[in-house]
């Protein structure tokens, strides 16, 4: 394997300290030691932590697997069930101790930086579009109901995911996400 | 009107920063000069800034009008209408620069305090179990599905909510909100 440049390891260091601790909480000493590299060497590669941030949201982004939802050799209602079990299966590995990188900079940061707050809203706005590719097949095929156009119904499932992780880190339990799953896939689609 | 003892005072006033902030961002002198009280205060009224975020939670609990989704005079699909309008006009005043403090801290801080953590999750569940009320009694006069039970759909609505106010801020836009109307309204409860 090739091995990552610096500023690949303060990328991978960041998306993992954002996602542990927060915007705010996340300090540059942090994710510079977290990276085995030194403190001096941040600024060669970003000029602050919101410009090292917008980086780490593409990065995560990267790992949505949204490709995943655009496999046309998978039925629609199953690649979503697939999908969302994946992003379920993330969370109970880390026994429901961290959320979601968009959602976290989506609370803590967006009201207090415009660029965190565009590359949220786009980061968002490509995975609801990746979902709604999903579900207007699925209504196309007639296994979903076509009553709410697609791109809204995505978005409001996205936002129903971004929630459910909320409850899931207040409860520190995996039964947290039941009622996304019974709703969305017992009534939603379906 | 009695004039508001200090520690009212700075309860109030972490309410409006944490609101604003976050439990980060807010420090302790932001809340006593918002109070109007000296920094030194603080610790004759709390032992941390972990202490007063729980106060703060309690506080901001009970401006959620929770007693207006028990309201029996009104018709119960109603009621749940005009709640959810009740904290859509809200964040529609306040431009779409704030959430919910119970997502706030649920995002950012309730991985790193047990105490936060438990209050947040005991907030959620008051709502939660007051939703389902009104929910409960919709579905017993028959003008809601009973395919889902009261508290699952409760559940899933509220984190709905949550993850529509990271969209409304992401976007800065009122427009974010609409998806949650259109199928919580649309959908799930009709």
């Not at 960041?14 to 977290?34: E, M, S």
């Not at 990267?62 to 379920?88: G, H, I, K, M, N």
């Not at 429901?96 to 940061?109: H, K, S, V």
Request: charged share 30%; aromatic share 8%.
């Amino acid at each position: 394997m090739a091995r990552r440049s610096m500023r690949e390891q303060i990328v991978d260091a960041a998306v993992d300290r954002f996602h542990a601790r927060g915007f705010n909480a996340a300090g540059v000493k942090d994710i510079t030691d977290t990276a085995g590299v030194p403190k001096g060497s941040f600024y060669n590669h970003f000029s602050s932590k919101e410009d090292l941030a917008v980086v780490a949201l593409e990065k995560y982004g990267a790992s949505r697997r949204l490709q995943d939802l655009e496999d046309t050799s998978v039925e629609p209602l199953v690649r979503l069930r697939r999908y969302f079990e994946f992003l379920r299966d993330e969370i109970v590995d880390l026994k429901c101790t961290r959320g979601c990188l968009f959602g976290d900079f989506g609370t803590e940061i967006v009201d207090h930086s415009e660029v965190i707050r565009e590359a949220v809203g786009q980061s968002l706005q490509r995975w609801a579009t990746a979902l709604s590719g999903a579900i207007r097949e699925a209504q196309e095929t007639g296994t979903v109901s076509a009553d709410i156009d697609a791109e809204t119904m995505a978005r409001f499932i996205l936002n129903a995911w971004e929630g459910t992780l909320i409850s899931a880190r207040s409860d520190r339990s995996a039964d947290a996400l039941n009622p996304f799953f019974d709703v969305v896939f017992g009534t939603l689609l379906r």
